[in-house]
């Protein structure tokens, strides 16, 4: 009698835990299908409120064009010269042509335009500020006779440009391998782009025959280019070894180092899509195998892409001592010419530092997803550069390198591509402004 009531109750505990977790997977099953259906209607308003938001603004934005371009028509022009970086620091081709024309002595005003209210970089006392999108701002670009920009800012901005104006683009890339916008995107807003790049820009600033076709192929279809050279690269061929120190001082200082120690660097391109992350290396076996192969002391710098420097702070967070975030120092190629060993996975820099003639490498970083959302100009085998498929083939890589091989490849490269690089580009452009400020 015992043993039956035991097994009734045994039955129905069992029946009782089966029940229970019936009931525990219909409710988990409830949450789960709740928070879906709550999660699709927040995405809902949101797209929602996206489209009223862009709606109740058009208005605004015409108004804003019509405003500006009565503004511009009644602004007289100067011999006057605005410069436009979208780095929104001093760099770039525009601080390499600003410091050509203070370096020639030319009184021409020059204004900076920056994001900030006040000016944060190392700028030269003779230029002006103006903060971006302010009424100053619309007024400068107005009354200027010459204005340099290193990549379609106004072409975005519905700029109107007046007889008497030039616009100068002189872009923030050169012999680089990975496509442009113009060449991947080809929605309305890329056409409205590329209409008014082919409308308002006088001159393209190129450094070679290869980037004359991509100017081409891009935005500024039967835009004229100029063969000048980039402003920028000038500094690869600094001979005054005064300069050089200053800048040597200036970047370690910047990264809290000391002089003797020798600088790796990885700076990888920035990603079309959304949940675009960072990818780091193997820096410790990188430093051992740089020890190994240059001999020295070494320091592992890492650069973002401009768009992450927020978020490189987060990233980047309790490194070791010997690994360093240069994502915040303004002048790219200032830390060019102090790299030692420079690597990337696409970006354009180190077909820049290539001019330099030291190391250089490329990591095979997410490659199949790039080529489909960028995709490269010509096969990443050609270019100069020892390639990696992964962190520890990079290391592999840096033991083996062959230093004699890599020059016969560098020179190759650059003159399969018409590069014309000498030192002497701002020298170019500043005489190509000279002319057009003489003009009545």
């Not at 602004?75 to 979208?86: D, G, Q, R, S």
Request: charged letters at 30%; proline letters at 3%; glycine letters at 6%.
């Amino acid at each position: 009698m015992i043993k039956k009531i035991a097994e009734i109750i045994n039955r129905k505990m069992v029946l009782g835990k089966f029940f229970f977790t019936i009931v525990e997977l219909v409710r988990k099953s409830i949450i789960k299908l709740l928070r879906f259906i709550l999660r699709l209607i927040i995405l809902l308003f949101n797209k929602i409120f996206r489209v009223i938001r862009k709606i109740l603004c058009y208005p605004d934005r015409i108004i804003a064009i019509w405003a500006r371009r009565v503004m511009a028509k009644n602004t007289p022009i100067e011999n006057k010269i605005m410069f436009l970086a979208f780095q929104g620091d001093y760099t770039c081709n525009p601080k390499g042509i600003a410091n050509e024309i203070i370096k020639q002595g030319l009184e021409y005003p020059l204004v900076w335009a920056v994001k900030s209210g006040i000016p944060r970089s190392d700028y030269p006392l003779e230029l002006d500020f103006v903060k971006y999108n302010t009424y100053t701002y619309y007024k400068q670009l107005a009354s200027s006779k010459i204005i340099i920009e290193n990549t379609n800012i106004l072409e975005r901005l519905g700029f109107y440009k007046k007889p008497g104006q030039y616009i100068f683009q002189t872009w923030h890339g050169s012999l680089g391998i990975k496509r442009l916008d113009g060449d991947v995107v080809m929605g309305m807003r890329w056409k409205r782009i590329a209409r008014n790049c082919q409308k308002d820009v006088d001159f393209c600033l190129s450094n070679s025959s290869f980037e004359t076709e991509v100017f081409e192929s891009s935005y500024w279809k039967g835009v004229p280019n100029l063969l000048t050279g980039h402003a920028r690269n000038d500094v690869f061929f600094l001979k005054d070894e005064k300069e050089i120190q200053k800048i040597r001082e200036k970047v370690y200082k910047f990264l809290g180092i000391e002089q003797e120690r020798k600088i790796f660097l990885f700076a990888p391109t920035h990603r079309d899509n959304v949940s675009e992350s960072y990818e780091g290396l193997d820096y410790e076996k990188i430093k051992e195998a740089l020890e190994k192969r240059f001999g020295g002391e070494w320091q592992i710098v890492i650069r973002l892409h401009n768009r992450l420097k927020r978020r490189s702070k987060r990233w980047l967070k309790n490194q070791p001592s010997y690994v360093s975030n240069a994502t915040f120092y303004e002048d790219m190629q200032e830390l060019l010419l102090c790299t030692d060993v420079g690597v990337t996975d696409y970006s354009s820099w180190i077909f820049d530092y290539v001019l330099s003639g030291k190391p250089g490498f490329i990591v095979k970083l997410g490659i199949e997803e790039f080529e489909n959302q960028r995709g490269f100009y010509y096969p990443i085998e050609t270019t100069p550069f020892p390639i990696a498929d992964d962190h520890i083939e990079l290391v592999e890589k840096i033991l083996a390198f062959d230093e004699e091989q890599y020059k016969k490849d560098v020179a190759k490269f650059l003159e399969a591509r018409g590069c014309m690089e000498d030192g002497h580009a701002s020298e170019r452009i500043v005489a190509k402004i000279k002319e057009l400020m003489e003009e009545s």
